[in-house]
């Protein structure tokens, strides 16, 4: 147990919509990451948050965004939903910023867009 | 960014050591060298990561060759459970998350 939790774990839903996946950090980690893995990209990173600030961005399209609350815990949106977006999507954690060390992975939201 | 090369895939006894190794030739001054695993669909966990010496902790080691072009991940009595992804990731220490790149990896096959 890595100590980071998503919610929800599966996901179906229709071309279109929207959802919203969320992530708790471990407790003390400061620095929040998504990453998005489907079958023909890998892991792909898309946005980093460091205590409530947007601090790197990857290939995140326009039509998904996230934050960081206060409380820590971050969320990410995603809208206009196509088949494509059908991924795992990753949170990951770290006490610092600059991603120096270990990062922490949770075990992922699998979203099925139909 | 420095590039890595692994296998595409490893096979490996129950119990012997797996030895993965990691083509990283264009390795910058301030590069560390970091593996992570990913045992199926399940979030990736941290192993190890290094700098220029040797490094190990209760899963692995790491051996960095002396001029840093490659480096060795290994487990020492593998079990089918170290069955996973590993990926072989080149970046500064405190560099963008983007630079936290993860390829395509080697999958070890654990055999027993």
Known sequence: DS?????????????????TLRCSPRS???????????????????IQYYNGEERAKGNILERFSAQQFPDLHSE??????????????????SVTGGAAGE???????????? | DAK??????MDCAEGRAANLP??????????????????HSQGPQYIIHGLKNNETNEMASLIITEDRK?????????????????YCIVRPFLGSARQLT???GTQLTVLP
């Open chain 1, 3 to 19: 100590g980071v939790t998503q919610t929800p774990k599966h996901l179906i839903t229709a071309t279109g919509q929207r959802v």
């Open chain 1, 28 to 46: 003390g980690d400061l620095s929040v990451y998504w990453y998005q893995q489907s079958l023909d990209q890998g892991l792909q990173f898309l």
């Open chain 1, 76 to 93: 990410l949106n995603l809208s206009s939903l196509e088949l494509g977006d059908s991924a795992l999507y990753f949170c990951a954690s």
């Open chain 1, 103 to 114: 990062l922490f992975f949770g075990e992922g939201s699998r979203l099925t867009v139909l």
């Open chain 2, 4 to 9: 890595t090369t692994q296998p595409p895939s």
């Open chain 2, 22 to 39: 990691c083509n990283h030739s264009t390795i910058s001054g301030n590069e560390y060298v970091y593996w992570y695993r990913q045992i």
């Open chain 2, 70 to 86: 490659s480096s060795t991940l290994i487990l020492p009595h593998a079990t089918l459970r170290d069955t996973a992804v590993y």
């Open chain 2, 102 to 104: 993860f390829g395509s």
